[in-house]
């Protein structure tokens, strides 16, 4: 295998037994996304000499038998709402904005001797959809590369799809880390909400935004996050609902797939039974979006007052759609959020995880200028499985399970109850290792 | 001009936000929308509602 498609821990374990520079890797790494990067957009800012630096620091300490961990020396990358060097948040409006201090997350990879390539494209504030006529270009899905490698954290979804980063850090409000990996063929992975920082990422929804790991591999998340989890678990035992209810609406190829890979779950052993959330996918969108405008709206309305220029048309809309919800409207959505918590915490008495789609539709051509808001603010809205885990706060993964037959990547999404992410990751690395899409890359980037 | 449009003019205004004659017809076409989420959340949020006795 190509060692731009090797997985985050192959590459960390090779250059911890010192048979892999990682010089030569982010040489390798900076060289690719020269050569793609172009065609497919997902990077904004490439801090090329500052990583070969990083790489060359950490060569020296490996070298000198100073190991620091599974990212000493491993090329990453961070969504372009992180501070960190130039953050637009995909935003004319910071078109030129430069951070003066560090998130969290960015401290933290540092410490951990990461290499950091850049910042990767995002939908403008980690919201709105990107066009042909953005700003900033949008990202391109490298399984076709007029379609959309879906968001917010686009440029993460495209990057690692290609092999551009063995590992990148989204942000995630109402599964703009799972939606990318489903439309990108890679894994996405939310953590219990505060499980990982959000100091020093631009804000969208504060009570529903999370920091979230991806990567092409379950493990390979888990290792960005730090989160430990069973390897070896398996699937036997493991008891899987499957919200039936909850999922009807979507693609027919993605119920297939999604329907093939619960079925692959029961065959490995895990028990797999039907279970009634009680309530829809659009119910929960709404529920999810109304809070997420709202609190939008109320961070941006100070610039909004301002006149100040920037905002890119969908964007702008929303905003001032937020500032049309009444305030009993955002407690009702909050009150509606506390009964799908209370409502999950006794599904999951009875249930390790449930399996449901990460999203009921393949990436979509990008749109060649804004879309109306009324493709945003629906009664009908594509079906986005997402927001839930969001809500409830608990832990999700999306892992790729197969292709529609257009040869675009479908996404099965496990969720679980919160501060147990380690079932999650477990289960879903085990249904990786049993399905081998991990091993499936873009045709035309090989 | 036409209700909405002249409410969700009014009370951008009152907050201090301009908005265009374009914008406002967006805002129009999406707002029936957006009043059936919030009956959505409502309906969600009625089993967490204490009500007043009777």
Redesign the interface.
Same mark, same amino acid.
């Given at each position: 295998m190509n060692l731009h498609y090797r997985s985050l821990l192959e590459v960390s374990d090779l250059m911890r037994a010192k048979q892999l520079s990682p010089v030569e890797l982010t040489r390798e790494m900076l060289d690719r996304i020269g050569r793609l990067n172009p065609s497919l957009g997902a990077y904004y800012t490439i801090f090329a000499d500052q990583a070969l630096a990083e790489a060359s620091s950490a060569e020296s300490e490996i070298a000198g038998g100073r190991w620091r961990g599974p990212l000493h020396g491993v090329p990453i990358a961070f969504k372009d709402l992180y501070e960190l060097g130039p953050t637009t948040a995909g935003s004319k409006l910071l078109a030129g904005h430069v951070a003066r201090r560090e998130a969290d997350l960015v401290a933290r990879a540092r410490a951990d001797g990461a290499v950091i390539l850049g910042k990767l494209a995002t939908h403008e504030f980690g919201l709105a959809a990107a066009t042909l006529a953005d700003h900033f270009p949008p990202a391109r899905n490298p399984w076709d590369p007029d379609r959309t490698p879906g968001g917010s954290s686009t440029g993460a979804g495209t990057a690692l799809a290609v092999g551009m980063a063995f590992g990148a850090f989204g942000t995630d409000t109402g599964g703009s880390v799972r939606l990318p990996a489903a439309f990108s063929g890679v894994v996405g992975y939310k953590p219990t909400f505060g499980l990982l920082s959000t100091k020093g990422l631009i804000p969208l929804s504060p009570s529903l935004d999370h920091a979230g790991p991806m990567a092409r591999t379950v493990a390979d998340a888990a290792a960005l996050g730090s989160v430990p989890f069973d390897s070896d678990g398996g699937l036997r035992g493991l008891r899987v609902g499957v919200p039936r209810d909850f999922w009807t609406a979507g693609d027919p190829q993605v119920r297939e797939r999604v329907e093939a890979s619960i079925k692959s779950l029961a065959g490995a052993g895990a028990a797999v039974e039907d279970v009634s959330l009680g309530?829809s996918v659009?119910?929960v969108m709404? %529920?999810g979006?109304?809070i997420t405008m709202s609190e939008a709206a109320a961070f941006h309305?100070a610039t909004?007052?301002s006149?100040r220029a920037g905002y890119g048309h969908e964007f702008?809309?929303v905003l001032?759609?937020g500032?049309?919800?009444?305030g009993h409207?955002y407690?009702?959505?909050q009150?509606?959020r506390?009964?799908?918590s209370r409502r999950m915490a006794e599904v999951f008495e009875s249930h390790d995880v449930l399996a449901m789609p990460t999203v009921g539709a393949f990436a979509d051509p990008l749109p060649p200028g804004p879309r109306?808001? %009324?493709k945003?603010?629906?009664?009908q809205p594509t079906p986005q499985y997402t927001w839930l885990a969001n809500l409830y706060g608990g832990p999700a993964v999306s892992v790729p399970c197969g292709f529609t037959s257009e040869g675009l990547p479908v996404g099965l999404q496990l969720m679980g109850r919160p501060h147990d992410d380690a079932t999650v990751l477990g289960a879903a690395h085990a249904y990786e290792q049993a399905a081998h899409w991990r091993d499936m890359h873009p045709p035309r980037w090989p | 001009m036409a209700e909405p449009e002249e409410s969700i003019r009014r009370r951008l205004e009152e907050l201090g936000v301009r908005v265009s004659p374009e914008e406002l017809r967006e805002l129009a076409s999406a707002y029936p929308a957006l009043l059936a989420w919030m009956g959505m959340a409502e309906e969600l949020a009625r089993d967490e509602d204490e009500a007043l006795p009777d």
């Open positions: 309530f659009v119910q709404a %529920t979006y109304l309305l909004l007052r006149g702008g809309l001032r759609s500032l049309l919800v009444p409207s407690v009702h959505a009150k509606a506390a009964g799908i109306p808001l %009324t945003r603010i629906s009664e | -």
